[in-house]
């Protein structure tokens, strides 16, 4: 019997011929001289060349059996607490980046599409590695996995791995265009136009009411002798008097400026933090971002250039109705001056 070279064999047996050694297919090796046939190579190790030998696969990658290449990366193992590996892609060389936090890959090559996203959690597309906690939105903490479903969708807009009914951002719109989310986890149908518009029309009488009322008991001096309004009023100027010595406003406007950067560092910037970060500064975020218009004007029932006017017109509103109390208010002292000076001279001043 022939003995042929390590990475061959003899198919034929009674051949004596060197010629009858055959190269072994890829994927496949032969350690033993007199071998009849080729073993294929075991997963985690390639035979890209007929020379003996199986090569393990370079930490952190990977491959199936019978494989050329380590084309696939390390799964998770959870009995060691191993958060595994996922195969990216998207650039020119593939290469195996850790598993990103809220994903499992525990599953057998998953890649950077393929990422599997845990229940309660959400990405934008299936390029992307950045995945975000589904929040409860006036509900309780459980209401996050009723609209996020997760999974492994390759949908480009993530819609995949929302719910039945639900869709965009974490899940949090509703499917039918009429409907919007309510105490996170439901949809109602959205009310008439009438409706809204009543709505923001004594809202804006409210607001002017309650500034009005609130700028006549602070210009009222005689006021803070009361028994019941005074301490306010002098509680009141006691603090306008504290926030000028100290520069309050400065200080706000630059604490107001670092918590905007904080906010979109994982969106904008695409910063991994860390989970325990992310989870508090979630909440956080939550409780002191109000939007008021989605009171009287939710996402889904009103045009978005619609609303995008609104919210940003309200500012100059709000504005607006300040100088106009102001105005009122140097009005009435001219009203009730015994000797009057100038109109335009009281409005200027």
Not at 53 to 60: A, D, G, Q
Not at 97 to 118: G, I, M, R, W
């Amino acid at each position: 019997f022939t003995r042929c070279k390590p990475g061959t064999f003899n198919p034929r047996s009674g051949s004596f011929s060197i010629d009858a050694c055959q190269p072994c297919p890829s994927g496949t090796t032969s350690s033993q001289p007199e071998a009849k046939e080729c073993n294929e190579c075991e997963p985690g190790t390639y035979a890209r060349q007929s020379n003996g030998e199986c090569v393990p696969c370079p930490h952190p990658f990977s491959s199936g059996a019978r494989s050329t290449e380590c084309d696939i990366c390390i799964s998770a193992n959870r009995s060691k607490r191993e958060r595994g590996f996922y195969l990216d892609s998207t650039k020119t060389s593939a290469d195996c980046k850790p598993c990103p936090p809220l994903a499992d890959c525990s599953a057998f090559n998953t890649s950077l599409e393929t990422l599997f996203v845990q229940p309660g959690h959400w990405r934008a597309s299936p390029i992307s590695d950045t995945l975000a906690k589904c929040r409860k939105l006036g509900g309780d903490n459980n209401l996050g996995t009723e609209r996020c479903a997760g999974g492994d969708s390759t949908e480009a807009n993530g819609n995949g791995l929302c719910n039945p009914g639900f869709k965009g951002p974490e899940c949090q719109l509703c499917s039918a265009d009429d409907h919007y989310l309510v105490d996170g986890h439901k949809c109602e149908k959205c009310d008439e136009s009438a409706v809204a518009a009543s709505r923001l029309i004594g809202l804006a009488f409210g607001i002017l009411i309650a500034c009005g009322l609130l700028a006549t008991a602070f210009s009222m001096r005689s006021w803070r002798k009361q028994r019941l309004v005074g301490p306010p009023l002098r509680f009141a100027d006691r603090a306008v008097d504290w926030c000028l010595a100290i520069g309050l406003m400065a200080k706000v406007k630059i604490l107001l400026g670092f918590y905007q950067v904080c906010i979109v560092l994982s969106t904008t910037y695409s910063a991994r933090l860390p989970e325990e970060y992310t989870e508090k500064f979630q909440d956080f975020s939550e409780a002191v971002s109000i939007d008021w218009t989605a009171l009287f004007l939710p996402v889904q029932c009103v045009p978005f250039k619609h609303r995008l006017l609104t919210y940003s017109l309200s500012p100059v509103g709000l504005i607006a109705l300040l100088l106009l109390i102001g105005v009122g208010m140097r009005v009435k002292r001219w009203l009730a001056a015994v000797e009057r000076p100038r109109f335009r001279d009281v409005v200027r001043a």
